[in-house]
């Protein structure tokens, strides 16, 4: 299954090379004198999000025993972030590491790029693949709520190191041209710009497939905390709804259910309404498929139906 436009990079072949080249010199340097004295011996590209490269770095250290990390990148820097994204991402890494979720471990950082030339995060390299069921989907949708449920119930010691939810911005609030009913979409905009439901916790922000790694079906991995904040939980299972309904909405329907079932509380539909506004500039310049069209404005309707009627 091929995620929202959200995810990977959007068609931009100069930005697509720019993401994949290999790191400079000075960021190798950087990562063998951050692990002591280590040998770089191969970097490989790895699939990244839209700002950050992703590279394998395969090392040796003094006694020859080869392993590999993860150096992230962040070549493209939101001017208007309030904390760097480096800081940020490695703050979630730190705060995970006493959870039983497996995450990365932090291994070095340089928040400002001064010694890699742009502001990078050295992990840990965890084995496995992201997973994309085709069959037994309501015990993976149950799978995946409580994944989430998890990652929400190891809170912050201090919430205050931790920034608060946002909704994403987006240039624009009109409705994509493929909208059959305009009105309907001016209204999610404005429940979209109301204050988001009580009930905060930590979550990833990010949670969908394309972030969990899975080994003989075993879960090896949560990565890619860029986003993590303290917000309304639903706006995990919202975000991992959309991309369901891209191309496998009945995983949408189950991961709610599942998520009534795991928590003994109803999904929020307002988190239907953050997911999909928050998506409004994507679904504009990347026109999902006719059925997607369809399964998005159904979802968006009846999400605003349900908010409205309260």
Known sequence: MVAGPEHGIEGDDVRVRRLRAEPPAAALRWVESALNGVTVRSVAS????????????????AAGHHFEVMLRRYLD???????????????????????????????????????????????????????????GRRYWAQDLAEL??????????DPATSRAYRPYRQASYDPPR??????????????FHEPPPLGQTFIHRDFYPGNLLWRRRQLTGVVDWEHACIGPPDVDIGHCRLNFLYETPDLAHFLADAWHQ??????????DIAAIVGLLDALRRHPPGSAAKFSIEDTLSRAVAAISSR
Do not use: K, N
């Open 178 to 191: 493929w909208a059959t009913d305009p009105d309907m979409w001016a209204r999610a905009v404005v429940i």
């Open 148 to 157: 989430a449920a998890t990652i929400h119930a190891h809170a912050p010691s």
């Open 262 to 271: 795991v928590t003994g509380t109803a999904y929020d539909p307002w988190a």
């Open 46 to 61: 790895q699939p990244g999000g839209a700002s950050a490269s992703m590279h394998r770095v395969t090392v040796s250290d």
């Open 77 to 135: 820097i939101d001017e208007e972030s309030e904390r760097s994204p480096v800081v940020h991402e490695a703050s979630a890494l730190t705060h995970m590491a006493s959870s039983p979720v497996p995450t990365p471990e932090l291994l070095a950082m340089d928040p400002d790029g001064t010694d890699v030339g742009a502001p990078a995060l050295l992990m840990s390299m965890l084995e496995g693949r992201p997973r994309w069921d085709a069959t």
